[in-house]
């Protein structure tokens, strides 16, 4: 994905090549007042959702940055869908890459939910029994 320098080469980086949207995100959580609600996890996505089950967290609202390569974004799928709760809604964007929409709806198919997809963003909400 990152040889494709083309998607991402307009971000701003900082010296050390991280993004400075994740800045920005902070920042926005801080003058929201959402520092209580919102818990940015700065870490790759398997990492973080194995951090999540550890401490317990149940999230309602996850929003995955998946690794766009077909067959690590449905392993990301699974992690993040057992954590969720029942009722909660998971999403995620580049539903452009056919990795991530292959993916999604593999997912999809695996475990019989529906997704809805608008524009660039894809979206499935857990069932309350589950």
């Not at 951090?51 to 967290?57: E, I």
Request: charged share 20%.
């Amino acid at each position: 994905m990152w040889v494709n320098k083309v998607v991402w080469k307009h971000l701003a980086v900082t010296e050390d090549g991280r993004p400075t949207v994740y800045y920005q995100f902070l920042a926005n959580i801080i003058e929201q007042n959402l520092t209580q609600t919102v818990l940015p996890v700065s870490m790759s996505s398997i990492i973080g959702a194995r951090f999540l089950r550890t401490y317990q967290f149940r999230p309602q609202l996850i929003y995955l940055d998946s690794a766009h390569e077909q067959g690590e974004t449905l392993i990301e799928l699974a992690l993040y869908w057992n954590i969720l709760q029942p009722g909660g809604v998971l999403f995620g964007d580049d539903w452009g890459w056919l990795s991530v929409r292959c993916d999604v709806k593999k997912f999809m198919y695996m475990r019989n939910i529906t997704t809805e997809h608008f524009g660039n963003t894809w979206l499935m909400k857990k069932s309350i029994n589950k």
